[in-house]
Structures are given as C-alpha cells and as structure tokens.
C-alpha cells in the first residue's frame, strides 16, 4: 500500500482497477483522452486543461504559475512536496496551524490569530 504519495492506488475500487488497465492512456488523441476531453468540457464548459499524472505534478505546475519570488504563502501544516515547490519557487511558507493539530488526525483548522498577524506584518 502507497500510504505516501496520493495516487489513489488504496481507495480504488476493482472495477476502477480494471478499467486502469483497459485505458488508452497514450498521447492526446487517445480515446480514453477524447473521454476526458469530452467530460470535462461538459462539467467546466472549457476545452482548456492540462492533464497530469498525479496531484505532486500539479503542485508543481500550480507553483510555478501562481507563486512568485518573495510571497509569503499561509499553510495548515501541507505535504512536503507542497512547501518544496513554494520554496523552489522563491517564496516563504508559513504555517498557521492551530497548536491541537500538533495532536489531532485533522490538520485543517488554522490559527486566524497568525494569520491576521502575518497580513498585518507583511501589509
């Protein structure tokens, strides 16, 4: 079990699994691109996508589009992968977590107080 990255491998159901295995996953054009194409086009109504392999992929690119050198970035305790790709991409991380999360499963919650304090240091 990959407990690390988020490939999704634990969650899949069999028929997941096995529809996995049947794709057409070679270069745009491919059927099983044409299905996605097709898909998400209905859902977002745009034609416009990048499709990656998985979400340490799209950090990636979502950093180098939208984190510039010197921006300080506000987090609730994210992957590594995640702060490394802002950092790489010259900005600060900063961790406003609440200190319970330190001990609880859900890190989610963020400490406004930090974070208001942060605006008003960087405003």
Do not use: W
């Amino acid at each position: 079990m990959d407990m690390l990255t988020d490939s999704g491998v634990n969650a899949m159901s069999d028929q997941q699994q096995a529809a996995m295995l049947v794709a057409d996953n070679s270069y745009a054009g491919s059927s099983t691109f044409t299905r996605l194409e097709e898909k998400l086009t209905d859902i977002f109504g745009t034609q416009c996508f990048l499709p990656t392999h998985q979400g340490r992929a799209c950090e990636n690119i979502i950093a180098q589009v939208y984190v510039s050198p010197g921006s300080i970035v506000p987090m609730n305790y994210h992957f590594t992968t995640t702060k490394a790709y802002i950092s790489l991409n010259g900005a600060t991380v900063e961790e406003i977590f609440i200190d319970e999360a330190l001990n609880n499963l859900f890190k989610g919650n963020i400490d406004i107080v930090k974070l208001e304090q942060l605006i008003a240091d960087k405003g």
